[in-house]
């Protein structure tokens, strides 16, 4: 497999993985559907890192803050926040004690307000990786 393939092997990935955001989202479960949201940005900030980096292999860490920052792109104030946030749910949601803290304390209209943004982080990192 080329670092290309690589590379889109990680979007088509994460294209799938959104779907599947949106279905848990649409059932009520809006903890698991931002964890689900989480797993989608990851693999894009992980193909941005094979990009930038002209690599085969990424590191095998979750902080989408690290990603973005060894894939050398320059992110605003306001996209830290997001993937600073979006981190604590990757964090929460990896145990069933934490994940019942976010399903009682994230609303739907939160939930809406994450995957939203989440869709528009797709688009940019997706015209990073062109």
Known sequence: MTIQEHIEFLINQADEDLGVTEAIQAAGYYGQALFWGHLVLEKMCKALYLQNNNRMDYPY????????????????????????????????????????????????????????????????????LQ
């Open 61 to 128: 860490i979750h902080n989408l803050l690290v990603l973005l920052n060894k894939s050398n792109v320059d992110i605003n104030e306001e996209q830290i926040a997001f993937y600073s946030d979006m981190n604590s749910f990757q964090a929460k949601g990896r145990y069933a004690d934490t994940l019942h803290e976010i399903e009682a304390t994230v609303t739907k209209e939160v939930c809406e307000k994450y995957i939203d943004k989440l869709k528009t982080e797709m688009i940019w990192l997706k015209k990073q």
